[in-house]
């Protein structure tokens, strides 16, 4: 049951939500050795960046070094909270979908600065959030991706809280 009621109309439906695809370009998965991914502790945050530790088959929203991979939504997020309208989050002990290694995807700038073409995308170390700075720059609890901003969602800027568009090929 919703908490509050709809208070605006969207005359242009929005392009995707954080881990959607942002293009039809090859996309590429983690591959296991064995067995499925589940989150960890905590859980893991669709849309955001993520580590895993392949030996006990879990993945993070936490971690330390690059993040191994994109968390694509697949839609296997669960509503949890009550009474929430949607959920981001595939709780702890549930099959993470598909991790993806390369493609193109809609993720939100949480970063407090404005993205633009080009930048790289950092991970924020303790829940996988996606920021954006030029390249070999120091975001404070943050660490620089192989991922690029390579566009923004539907009549956006690249501003903090809007959808940005994120790839592993940079822009050229």
Same mark, same amino acid.
Do not use: R
């Given at each position: 049951m919703p908490t509050t009621f709809q208070t605006s109309v969207n &005359?242009? /439906?929005a392009p995707g939500v954080p881990g959607d695809f942002a293009s039809a370009d090859p996309h590429f998965s983690? &591959?296991?050795?064995g067995g499925i991914l589940v989150a960890d502790t905590g859980g893991v945050t669709i849309g955001c960046f993520a580590w895993v530790n392949a030996a /006990?088959?879990? &993945?993070?929203? %936490?971690g330390s070094g690059a993040p191994d991979a994109f968390v694509h939504r697949e839609m296997q997020a669960t509503i949890t909270t009550f009474p929430a309208e949607f959920g981001m989050?595939?709780?702890?002990g549930q099959r993470v979908g598909s991790l993806m290694t390369g493609g193109c995807f809609y993720a939100k700038n949480a970063?407090?600065? %404005?993205a633009a073409r080009g930048m790289k995308a950092f991970a924020n %170390? %303790?829940?996988?959030?996606?920021?954006?700075a030029a390249a070999g720059a120091t975001v404070a609890g943050s660490v620089e991706t192989k991922w690029f901003c390579v566009g923004f969602g539907e009549g956006g800027t690249g501003a903090s809280g809007e959808l940005v568009k994120i790839s592993h090929l940079p822009i050229g």
């Open positions: &005359v242009v /439906q983690w &591959v296991t050795s /006990q088959n879990k &993945v993070a929203s %936490t989050t595939i709780p702890a970063g407090a600065g %404005t %170390t %303790t829940n996988g959030a996606v920021s954006f």
